[in-house]
């Protein structure tokens, strides 16, 4: 099974400051028609989880420029650019190229 | 508008029984894989299971495997999720999500307890 880790496991930012967590996976995302599943879910306190970024670097309807990802094979990361107070929250990011699906531990974003 | 609205849940004792309901609207339900996922208390999320538009592929997590069974039923828009041997650790709120590779829409989550 395709293991996800994600780090720094807690992320104290600055508002306005960039942010950035890593990801990783055991194997590589890339499928047999070469696409990459790998998304970014955001959970806010309370509430459901939201995608935010599908297939490594594609923002989800109204979520802001400001975040971006990246990555390839089995190295990504999701950027904030300038952190907002509304970005506090648990970050995970989840695989769903292999059987079974996985998410990473997720990372814990808060205010300094 | 997309709606996903799970019901079901609740207190149950180990070794009981309970089935997840969740009723989707505002789209094609049978043109859409589609997803529970849990999170236990305080943890993480975890994928439980998948299944595929005409409901002929399943897919489970080991740890829910022989115990908890996936359906849907296409002319009612309904998703389900039957699970029995419950146990301790099961305890979770379980969502119901539309889609396998990246689940873009989640409901609200039903609370499933476990506990003597």
């Known amino acids: 099974d395709v293991v996800m880790t994600q780090s720094p496991l807690s992320l104290p930012v600055t508002l306005g400051q960039p942010a950035s967590i890593s990801c990783r996976s055991s194997?590589?995302?890339?499928?047999?028609?070469?696409?990459?599943?790998l998304n970014w879910f955001r959970q806010r306190p309370g509430q459901s989880p939201r995608r935010l970024i599908y297939?490594?670097?594609n923002r989800d309807s109204g979520v802001p420029d400001r975040f971006s990802g990246s990555g390839s094979g089995t190295d990504f990361t999701l950027k904030i650019s300038r952190v907002e107070a509304e970005d506090v929250g648990v970050y995970y990011c989840m695989q769903g190229t292999h059987w079974p699906r996985a998410f990473g531990p997720g990372t814990r974003v808060d205010i300094k | 508008e997309v709606q996903l609205v799970e019901s079901g849940g609740g207190l149950v004792q180990p070794g009981g029984t309970l089935r997840l309901s969740c009723a989707a609207s505002?789209?094609?339900?049978?043109?859409?894989?589609m997803t529970w996922v849990r999170q236990a208390p305080g943890k993480g999320l975890e994928w439980v299971a998948s299944i595929n538009p005409d409901g002929s592929e399943k897919y489970y997590v080991d740890s829910v495997k022989g115990r908890i069974t996936i359906s849907r039923d296409n002319a009612q828009s309904s998703l389900y999720l039957q699970m029995n041997s419950l146990r301790v650790d099961d305890s979770a709120v379980y969502y119901c999500?539309?889609?396998?590779?990246?689940?873009?829409?989640w409901g609200q989550g039903t609370l499933v307890t476990v506990s003597s």
């Open positions: 999500t539309r889609g396998t590779w990246g689940p873009a829409t």
């Open positions: 505002g789209f094609i339900f049978n043109n859409y894989w």
């Open positions: 194997q590589s995302l890339v499928d047999s028609g070469g696409v990459t599943y």
């Open positions: 297939k490594v670097s």
